[in-house]
């Protein structure tokens, strides 16, 4: 139990279809993040949120939209996904983003999402 | 960008030998490391971290030796377990910017 919990871990959906991830920590911390995880690829960081403000946008596709309601919680939209958009998205918190590596990252156990 | 990488994609090792797992990094300016552990169908999970101004840490069974002369970080498992069957990532990052991830490395441990 790391403190950070993902929903649904395992997703499938046709390319046409709207669905969401969310992610809840349970630590206190003011930094929310996703990454993309594909088989043999390092990590890729998507979004940064700082407390509750969208610090980082690593040039991910427009349909991927990510929300961020309060420190505690963070949703990752999805619509009109491709194929190639299947991989393992993993929600991490961290203390602070101000200052990126100033702590570890704690990781949700993902969510598994398939595009037909 | 960044490189993290790692020398091996895949190591083996007898329940009970001790595990090296390496990694190189490309950014002499980075500070701060992170290895982790990701057991299948579960997140990254901390190890053991280190600055740049140390170059050894020690934690419980592992150990992490960072050389800032060839950019070069390893993770040192005593007495490797089934358990520790995993992949194993390294991470860097400079304070204020965002960690680079290498691809990681699976450790298969033989009973």
């Known amino acids: 139990e790391t403190g950070v919990t993902q929903t649904p871990r395992h997703l499938v959906m046709g390319m046409t279809n709207k669905k969401s991830l969310k992610c809840e920590q349970h630590l206190g911390h003011n930094a929310m993040y996703w990454y993309k995880q594909s088989a043999k690829k390092p990590l890729e960081l998507m979004f940064v949120y700082n407390f509750k403000e969208q610090t980082e946008n690593n040039s991910v596709p427009s349909r991927f939209s990510p929300e961020c309601p309060n420190s505690s919680h963070l949703f990752l939209h999805l619509h009109t996904l491709q194929p190639e958009d299947s991989a393992l998205y993993l929600c991490?918190?961290?203390?602070?983003?101000?200052?990126?590596?100033?702590?570890?990252?704690?990781f949700g156990e993902g969510s598994r999402l398939t595009v037909l | 960008g960044e490189s993290v990488g790692l020398h091996l994609p895949t190591l083996s090792v007898q329940e009970g030998d001790n595990s090296i797992i390496n990694c190189a990094y490309s950014?002499?300016?980075?500070?701060?490391f992170i290895w982790y552990k990701q057991e299948s169908g579960k997140g990254p999970q901390f190890i053991i971290d280190i600055r740049s101004n140390m170059d050894k840490r020690q934690g419980q069974r592992v150990t992490v030796l960072l050389n800032k002369t060839v950019k070069h970080l390893s993770l040192q498992i005593a007495a490797t377990q089934p358990g520790d069957s995993a992949v194993y990532f390294c991470?860097?990052?400079?304070?204020?910017?965002?960690?680079?991830f290498g691809t990681g490395t699976s450790l298969t441990v033989i009973p």
């Open positions: 991470a860097e990052t400079k304070a204020g910017n965002q960690f680079y």
């Open positions: 950014n002499s300016a980075s500070d701060y």
């Open positions: 991490a918190s961290s203390r602070t983003g101000a200052g990126l590596g100033t702590g570890e990252l704690f």
